[in-house]
């Protein structure tokens, strides 16, 4: 069965997931980023969601989890909870 591991950060607005995601393409770290803005309680670790397989999130995250480039910033992605940035960091 596919695994995967990755990590986000989640906002309210699409035009806040875009601004971020501009400045993590400027060099910010991601986990920094995650830390100061995601409302999601995984931002504190960074964003890091660990690993899942298919099914175990919202259809619109897997759909990129399990599909999009490896090590690559993903988003906005909307989803019921608000906007995401999303980065695989692994996939077998």
Do not use: W
């Not at 897997?62 to 909307?78: A, I, M, Q, R």
């Amino acid at each position: 069965m596919a695994r995967a591991s990755a990590r986000h950060i989640l906002v309210d607005s699409e035009e806040k997931c875009e601004d971020l995601k501009k400045e993590i393409q400027a060099g910010a770290d991601f986990a920094e980023v995650a830390k100061q803005n995601s409302s999601c309680p995984s931002g504190q670790r960074g964003g890091e969601l660990g690993e899942f397989g298919p099914g175990q999130m919202v259809r619109e995250f897997d759909e990129v989890v399990f599909s999009g480039d490896l090590n690559t910033v993903h988003g906005p992605v909307k989803t019921q909870f608000g906007y995401h940035l999303i980065e695989i960091t692994s996939r077998s």
